[in-house]
């Protein structure tokens, strides 16, 4: 078991302990030491029962309960609750806005013990009378469960590529690539798949593939087709190009005057378009201004520029993360903890920032072609001010500006408040700036169009989160925003070393929408980026 399998565990007892209407105190116990085991850096499989046992908020009986499921591989608390929670009711812990003791009150009360009878409570607007929810609450609750039944059946790319990478290694290893591709969503690189393509000439490695996405029971549809060989580069182009890309070409050849790709585009007289921004919008307009080589890669970016460490919520050290950075080839690691505001991911206080700022200078006389950058991940409070005083934020590199709170906004409000944050002097690049969770959280609405004219204007950078589950802002704007002028930075958002390369989903992202790596500023050298902070 890894650390996340026994800090998601422990959660579950908590909310189980809850549901169950035991003690709250011990169920606060489980919430603490998930938060605690959250945070470890070293395997707790690594450690005996005495180091668990040194951790705050951990005794000893949890700390024996920790080490024990570590050898059993289940923890014997979680195996009795599940046993007495139908597994209908476990679901529905997982509706936002759905806390054990509202889901407690649901199902010990009024006998509600599925999602479904959840969602005709509100339909019928019943959920609203009954003590501790009100309308608001159940807006939100119908809301939230009819995002879920939307995303059913779709993951998210990183976890269709954990799919399909695995997949290669364990049947496909040195595979010929013309007689096995990936083709559709994920040859797109689209950030949500519902399913998962691809084609083969041969029938030996087509039934292989069945073979193991039966066996493993995928979680999202799966399929292989059998293409003829001298077919495979045509149905490669038609299963990898939406169907709106392939109406703007004048002319496709049938198959059997097929030759490739890059002929298709020549013969229409238009410039060639790589296989992920094939998504039937403005790729053609693209073409007429940039050229595939200028598209930013992964081996493009420089440095990393919004990420976290044991300051506030990360669970590596600040030299950790700075090592980890180097190691990646990258050529400057920023630093972005969170501010005072976020008292719930351990946001620095003005003395721990200059706490920080001493050690970073420290660092940095022990590295050579390589610098560790000042910055700060400030929360964007109600009224769009940041939470350090300016003098404060003078003495940063640069300052990441995010909202973190208050996402109940109508568009007006949440377009001022953004803004605000932009002309702020100190902000330099605008964090995560639509709010979204994929799968999980939908984006607040905004004006794109107002908010790129004042990143535009107040020379302020608007972050690609390449964090998997977020892949804020969405694909779709980076193209409109970028053709008027306004630079990226793509982050990972790291809270743990090895998410510093999740800056590819990012790229991704950027890749899809035809991003160009002159328009983003972890691709530049670090004294050109200073510059631009300067600005």
């Known amino acids: 078991m890894t650390n996340k399998d026994i800090a998601s565990q422990l959660k579950l007892i908590g909310q189980l302990k809850e549901l169950h209407r035991e003690d709250p105190f011990r169920a606060k116990a489980y919430y603490n030491a998930s938060f605690q085991v959250s945070r470890f850096t070293q395997p707790l499989i690594e450690m005996s029962e005495d180091d668990i046992l040194r951790f705050p908020k951990i005794g000893k009986g949890l700390a024996q309960k920790i080490h024990r499921a570590l050898k059993d591989g289940f923890f014997i608390d979680l195996e009795t609750y599940l046993s007495i929670t139908p597994s209908s009711v476990l679901e529905m812990l997982s509706i936002k806005n759905m806390g054990p003791s509202k889901l407690k009150v649901l199902w010990k009360e009024h006998n509600i013990t599925t999602t479904d009878a959840l969602l005709t409570l509100c339909e019928e607007n019943k959920l609203a009378a009954i003590s501790g929810f009100g309308a608001k609450t159940q807006d939100a609750i119908k809301a939230s469960i009819l995002f879920s039944k939307q995303n059913e059946g779709k993951i998210l790319l990183a976890s269709a590529l954990q799919i399909t990478n695995q997949l290669q290694h364990d049947i496909l290893q040195d595979i010929d690539p013309n007689?096995?591709?990936?083709?559709?969503?994920?040859?797109?690189?689209?950030?949500?798949?519902?399913?998962?393509?691809?084609?083969?000439?041969?029938?030996?490695?087509?039934?292989?593939?069945?073979?193991?996405?039966?066996?493993?029971?995928?979680?999202?549809?799966?399929?292989?087709?059998?293409?003829?060989?001298?077919?495979?580069?045509?149905?490669?182009?038609?299963?990898?190009?939406?169907?709106?890309?392939?109406?703007?070409?004048?002319?496709?050849?049938?198959?059997?005057?097929?030759?490739?790709?890059?002929?298709?585009?020549?013969?229409?007289?238009?410039?060639?378009?790589?296989?992920?921004?094939?998504?039937?919008?403005?790729?053609?307009?693209?073409?007429?201004?940039?050229?595939?080589?200028?598209?930013?890669?992964?081996?493009?970016?420089?440095?990393?520029?919004?990420?976290?460490?044991?300051?506030?919520?990360?669970?590596?050290?600040?030299?950790?993360?700075?090592?980890?950075?180097?190691?990646?080839?990258?050529?400057?690691?920023?630093?972005?903890?969170?501010?005072?505001?976020?008292?719930y991911a351990n946001g620095l206080s003005i003395a721990r920032l200059e706490k920080q700022i001493i050690e970073i200078d420290q660092l940095n006389t022990g590295y050579t072609d390589f610098q560790v950058l000042k910055g700060t991940e400030s929360d964007i409070l109600g009224d769009g001010s940041l939470d350090y005083p300016s003098d404060v934020l003078d003495r940063l590199d640069y300052v990441v500006a995010s909202i973190h709170n208050g996402f109940n906004?109508?568009?007006?409000?949440?377009?001022?408040?953004?803004?605000?944050?932009?002309?702020?002097?100190?902000?330099?690049?605008?964090?995560?700036?639509?709010?979204?969770?994929?799968?999980?959280?939908?984006?607040?609405?905004?004006?794109?169009?107002?908010?790129?004219?004042?990143?535009?204007?107040?020379?302020?950078?608007?972050?690609?989160?390449?964090?998997?589950?977020?892949?804020?802002?969405?694909?779709?704007?980076?193209?409109?925003?970028?053709?008027?002028?306004?630079?990226?930075?793509?982050?990972?958002?790291?809270?743990?070393?090895?998410?510093?390369?999740?800056?590819?989903?990012?790229?991704?992202?950027?890749?899809?929408?035809?991003?160009?790596?002159?328009?983003?500023?972890?691709?530049?050298?670090?004294?050109?980026?200073?510059?631009?902070?300067?600005?």
Not at 520 to 531: E, G, K, Q, T
């Open 409 to 535: 906004m109508s568009k007006e409000k949440a377009t001022q408040r953004l803004i605000k944050a932009i002309e702020h002097p100190n902000t330099s690049i605008l964090g995560h700036l639509s709010g979204r969770l994929l799968l999980r959280r939908k984006s607040y609405e905004l004006d794109y169009e107002k908010i790129t004219d004042a990143c535009i204007s107040n020379k302020v950078a608007i972050e690609i989160n390449a964090n998997p589950n977020r892949l804020d802002i969405d694909w779709s704007y980076i193209f409109k925003a970028m053709d008027k002028g306004a630079y990226f930075s793509i982050n990972s958002d790291a809270h743990h070393k090895d998410s510093l390369s999740d800056m590819q989903y990012g790229v991704y992202s950027a890749q899809k929408a035809g991003l160009i790596k002159q328009r983003v500023i972890n691709s530049f050298a670090l004294n050109d980026l200073m510059l631009f902070f300067k600005k």
């Open 179 to 343: 007689l096995f591709c990936i083709v559709g969503q994920m040859a797109m690189q689209n950030n949500i798949i519902d399913h998962i393509e691809f084609i083969t000439s041969s029938t030996q490695i087509k039934s292989l593939v069945e073979d193991y996405v039966h066996t493993h029971v995928l979680a999202v549809k799966t399929t292989v087709y059998l293409v003829e060989k001298a077919d495979f580069s045509y149905e490669k182009f038609m299963r990898s190009s939406s169907q709106a890309h392939v109406k703007m070409l004048d002319h496709i050849p049938p198959k059997k005057e097929w030759v490739s790709s890059e002929d298709l585009y020549k013969k229409n007289k238009m410039p060639y378009i790589i296989l992920p921004m094939r998504n039937g919008k403005d790729e053609f307009k693209w073409g007429k201004k940039y050229s595939p080589e200028q598209v930013v890669s992964f081996s493009d970016l420089k440095g990393a520029l919004h990420n976290h460490s044991t300051y506030s919520d990360g669970q590596h050290t600040l030299k950790d993360m700075a090592d980890a950075s180097k190691a990646l080839g990258l050529h400057y690691f920023g630093i972005a903890d969170h501010s005072k505001t976020a008292v």
